[in-house]
Nanobody, 124 residues
């Protein structure tokens, strides 16, 4: 069993930055890939970024390319999503997810564990 806990959400102004963290416990961090998804009010949950088990490969939604960076720190059992140049349309609840596959893919069915979510609100 894996427990994922997100932190770092909050309020930012358009053009600002936030960094989300996802701390994992329960099993060896290296055994699974990680991803970030988000869900805005009235919309379906969507893929934002993913990172492979060995961190060699990263994947981004078009909306995140050039602005967001996914990373992971094995010494801290933590994954990160650095979000720069935030836009009001980035407002959503952000979820981290873990998959035993090397890459769970952009669909949420590819992931075995989920965090509780962190609210990110970007004001214009």
């Amino acid at each position: 069993q894996v427990q994922l806990v997100e932190s770092g959400g909050g309020l930012a102004q358009a053009g600002g930055s936030l960094r989300l963290s996802c701390t994992a416990s329960g099993r060896t961090f290296r055994r699974y890939s990680m991803a970030w998804f988000r869900q805005a009010p009235g919309k379906e949950r969507e893929f934002v970024a993913g990172i492979s088990r060995d961190a060699y490969n990263t994947y981004y939604a078009d909306s995140a390319k050039g602005r967001f960076t996914i990373s992971r720190d094995y010494t801290k059992n933590t994954g990160y999503l650095q979000m720069n140049r935030l836009k009001p349309e980035d407002t959503a609840v952000y979820y981290c997810a873990a998959s035993y596959a090397d890459y769970g893919g952009p669909g949420d069915t590819g992931y075995d564990y989920w965090g509780q979510g962190a609210q990110v609100t970007v004001s214009s």
